[in-house]
């Protein structure tokens, strides 16, 4: 790394090398039984030139040939792609404990061992068809830049995925837990998993309308997605955000607060920098509903006379191989503060409603505006105050900048949602459309 | 390669074992509004090594040659700790060990011509929805995906395969006040550089239609017949029924399985699907899946009778059905899995006219945005549409989501264009990525949709 650093150096004028290493051993229980072990072994090197305020961009997993990897990122200045910015000098971050060397010690044999224990648990306890994935991950990477940055960080995880399935359907209750070491799956996960499965085993068929909806962890990626859309500073310098002028205006109801904290390593996967080097704080998006700021990465800082505010990720909608792709403005540890309602007590202030369980299409519809229009995935229906069964065929629809300005109450629990990364709760929403067959 | 790879297999001690080796090579240009962000090319590669031992069947992933000695060890010991925790054997189903040798045909080896080449072209694309005031930006990707694939197998099988994909996925975003609507655009395929050509066309359709969209009404909810134009008739083919088609799905769901079984009518009298990788010059086009199987087109519904079904080795042996070449990776980080190929509703007897004559009142509603299923229920948006009263086309109307339950779905298609159109582009995850997804279909009448509205 450090000699293709000094390969670059000599031919622009800044540059930057980042690496990545990471081991995946995946395990899946299907139908309650032991259905695949995987492993996967993967690393890779990209880097970044700048000469005369052009980038070059490269990448390759096998560093055989550091002539090539340099010569493709100086091919691509070619393209003249505009990187007015510096990158960064980065010292000093705070240590975070983000990885645990316990997960060196977990075997394959272990994780079999736990995800029979939870299907059997939940096998006694329900007819549903049981899933169970767990896996363990560790990641390092390593950023160095020409302004002397040199930093690196290990992280460990494990995570559990359990699963009880409708029969007949492939729809069902799911929760995940996640945690830098191994660790049992909380009696309680298991316990809301049974208690939400077998209140909701009967099929109803209600009416639609405009009633009362409980946006749960699960589904709360819909809602999470076009926030992400509207606050993103690519959005801003695009100018495709409904909310660029309201900095500072109430956009949504004053019980929403939405931050964004990866330094907070109480969870898994705390970030001290982002994958440009940039130095990470917490950011405030929302405040008691009002607009606080958005989030940028170097490059689109740079377009709209800012700072970074460290959220330059290697990232994409749909995933990728992150070694190729550039970093963009990515919001990666977002939080919505909770509320002090339990979730049985969000069901009982429903006369008529819908607990929006898991949500089938966030992705599809017309995002940059907020509009939302998703299946339910499942759909739990409540009336005065009780789980009477599940809605099948139905959707719920609506736009953020209206639903969340509609909000009742807030559940007290954070739940790992969107790759874990993100800690929500449970929302419940007034006068939401949901349609259905009647 | 060869050489080497039999080098990694000999150390394997097991009852079958196959490593797939590919070089990838990517070429991109993007657009984002006026700004280019990003251009260049890059070559990636990587190991997929699998074993079947005792019964359990294990894969490893590798990139680095170093590695592949704690790989062999690592699938043997998986496949040991999976054998020895599972009632059933896994099983695979006999297949010919194939020795070949395959590069496609293309009109235009995208190799050939220069970045510099691409990039102008895709510029001229992306300044056809610039130029227009209320266009709000425009996010223009090309890619040119190749993989460069060697397999062998303990059985003898020795298959070279390149898949050479070249894809133009574009978004246009119009605005007007504080409304946006986007639109898409697509174009590419399987057989080389000219499916990128001369899409100027394209370009300017799909940038009217954002336009328009900004006057269109949002579609009321509710419950609704439809006609769906082919794109949207070949997303909830590959949605809604072809992701039940994949045996490795419905594998483990034995209530689903039960209603999936081969003879169980399902759907309305005309009601023929099919998967056919082989039809040439079709985006979805291959010759070997990554077990190194010859893929078979494969009827899978046939007068609303399920026929057929989709199978990697494994679930093949699993359903006691034929293999069919189904079992396809994302590329050197994947195992493979059972995917589509290509897979439509085949062509029947009704004009356009007709359809809309036979739907009397309803929807018409085209080019899908986004779909996702679970189980029996689907969820998939469209890009724009247009109320049909008595028979003929009125307004415009957006912001279209519809859902529904497959099984019902498949008995509410009651009438079957006789047109036909398959997608330039591909874009179906199920964990890995398949950009060579292909769908299509005529124009279908289905009964009683749920549309959300907003």
């Known amino acids: 790394m450090e000699k293709l650093l000094e390969m670059a150096r000599k031919v622009c004028d800044k540059a930057e090398v980042y690496s990545i290493e990471h081991t995946y051993n995946p395990i899946t229980f299907e139908d309650a039984k032991l259905h695949d072990i995987e492993s996967k072994f993967q690393s890779g090197i990209s880097m970044r030139i700048i000469k005369n305020g052009k980038l070059g961009f490269a990448y390759t997993k096998n560093l055989l040939n550091r002539e090539e990897i340099l010569q493709n990122a100086i091919d691509s200045i070619k393209g003249e792609v505009k990187a007015n910015y510096n990158f960064p000098i980065t010292k000093e971050l705070p240590q975070l404990d ?53 930093i690196s960080k290990k992280s460990s995880l494990y995570g559990i995925y359990g699963s009880v399935i409708y029969p007949g359907s492939a729809s069902g209750i799911w929760r995940v837990f996640i945690s830098k070491k191994f660790e049992k799956f909380p009696e309680n996960i298991t316990d809301n998993i049974i208690e939400l499965y077998t209140l909701s085993s009967n099929v109803v068929e209600p009416e639609g309308g405009k009633m009362k909806v ?45 931050l964004d904290d990866s330094l907070d390593d109480r969870y898994p996967l705390a970030r001290a920098f982002d994958d440009e080097g940039v130095k990470c704080k917490p950011l405030t998006i929302v405040e008691d509903g009002v607009l606080k700021n958005f989030y940028y990465d170097l490059n689109y800082a740079n377009k709209l006379n800012t700072e970074s505010t460290g959220h330059g990720y290697k990232t994409a909608q749909w995933g990728g191989d992150m070694i190729s792709l550039k970093p963009i403005p990515a919001l990666t540890h977002m939080r919505i503060k909770p509320g002090k309602k339990s979730l049985s007590d969000l069901v009982k202030l429903i006369d008529r409603g819908l607990i929006l369980e898991g949500a089938l299409g966030p992705h599809s519809g017309n995002i940059p505006n907020g509009d939302y229009s998703v299946g339910v995935n499942p759909g739990l229906y409540v009336e005065n105050g009780e789980i009477i069964g599940r809605v099948k065929d139905a959707m719920v629809a609506g736009n953020i900048y209206e639903t969340l300005k509609n909000v009742i109450n807030i559940s007290d629990m954070l739940y790992p949602s969107y790759a874990g990364e993100y800690r929500v709760p449970a929302i419940l929403f007034d006068n939401i459309s949901v349609a259905t067959k009647k | 390669m060869f050489e080497k790879m039999r080098k990694i297999l000999s150390k394997v001690d097991a009852d079958y074992s196959d490593i797939r080796y590919e070089i990838k090579k990517e070429s991109v240009v993007y657009f984002r509004g006026k700004e280019l962000t990003k251009i260049g090319s890059n070559s990636t590669d990587g190991y997929v090594l699998r074993v079947l031992k005792n019964g359990g069947l294990s894969s490893v992933v590798f990139t680095k040659e170093s590695d592949s000695e704690s790989a062999v060890n690592t699938a043997m010991e998986n496949a040991q700790l999976i054998a020895k925790n599972i009632e059933k054997p896994i099983e695979f189903a006999q297949t010919k060990a194939v020795k070949d040798v395959f590069t496609p045909e293309l009109k235009e080896d995208p190799r050939k011509i220069s970045i510099t080449e691409k990039l102008e072209l895709i510029k001229k694309y992306n300044d056809i929805p610039l130029s227009y005031k209320k266009i709000a930006t425009s996010n223009i990707d090309y890619e040119e995906v190749i993989r460069e694939k060697y397999f062998i197998s303990t059985e003898g099988a020795e298959i070279r395969e390149d898949l050479i994909t070249t894809r133009l996925l574009g978004e246009i975003i119009s605005k007007d006040g504080n409304l946006f609507q986007n639109v898409r655009v697509r174009a590419g395929g399987s057989n080389g550089f000219s499916t990128i050509r001369d899409q100027e066309g394209n370009f300017e359709e799909r940038t009217s239609i954002a336009l328009n969209l900004l006057k269109a009404k949002p579609v009321e909810a509710g419950l609704y017949n439809c006609i769906l134009n082919p794109d949207m008739a070949g997303v909830f083919t590959h949605e809604a029924f072809g992701h039940f088609s994949e045996a490795d799905i419905i594998e483990t769901l034995p209530a689903m399985r039960e209603k999936m079984k081969i003879g169980n009518k399902l759907g309305n009298d005309v009601l023929n699907i099919i998967d056919n990788a082989l039809l040439p010059d079709q985006l979805g086009f291959y010759k070997y899946d990554d077990e190194g199987v010859k893929v078979h087109p494969t009827q899978l519904m046939k007068n609303g009778i399920l026929t057929g079904r989709l199978h990697s080795r494994r679930t093949a042996a699993e359903f006691n059905e034929p293999i069919s070449g189904h079992c396809v990776a994302e590329d050197y980080r994947y195992s493979p899995i059972v995917r589509m190929g290509n897979i439509f509703i085949e062509p029947g007897e009704n004009s356009f006219e007709e359809l809309l004559a036979k739907l009397g009142d309803g929807l018409y509603i085209l080019d899908a945005k986004g779909g996702q299923t679970a189980g029996e229920n689907f969820t998939f948006g469209a890009q724009y549409g247009y109320v049909i009263k008595n028979g003929k086309l009125g307004e415009m109307i957006r912001d279209i989501n519809i859902s529904g339950n497959l099984y019902k779905t498949l008995k509410d298609i009651v009438a079957i264009g006789n047109d036909f159109v398959l997608s330039k582009a591909g874009a179906c995850g199920k964990g890995q990525l398949n950009i060579r997804s292909c769908h299509g279909g005529p124009h279908i009448i289905i009964n009683n949709l749920i549309v959300g509205g907003v």
Request: aromatic content about 8%.
């Open chain 1, 98 to 150: 983000t990885y645990d060397p316990l997960i060196e010690k977990l075997t394959s044999s272990k994780m079999v061992e736990e995800c029979m224990r939870i299907c059997d648990i939940l096998k006694s306890k329900t007819d549903g068809e049981i899933s169970i994935s767990s896996y363990k991950y560790i990641e390092n990477i390593r950023i160095i830049n020409s302004e002397g940055t040199d």
């Open chain 1, 214 to 258: 409980i946006f749960m962890p699960n589904s709360m990626v819909t809602l999470n997605w076009r926030i992400l859309s509207g606050t993103s500073s690519k959005s801003i310098y695009e100018k495709t955000s409904p909310v660029a002028n309201k900095l500072g205006e109430k956009i949504f109801d004053e019980k929403i607060t939405i």
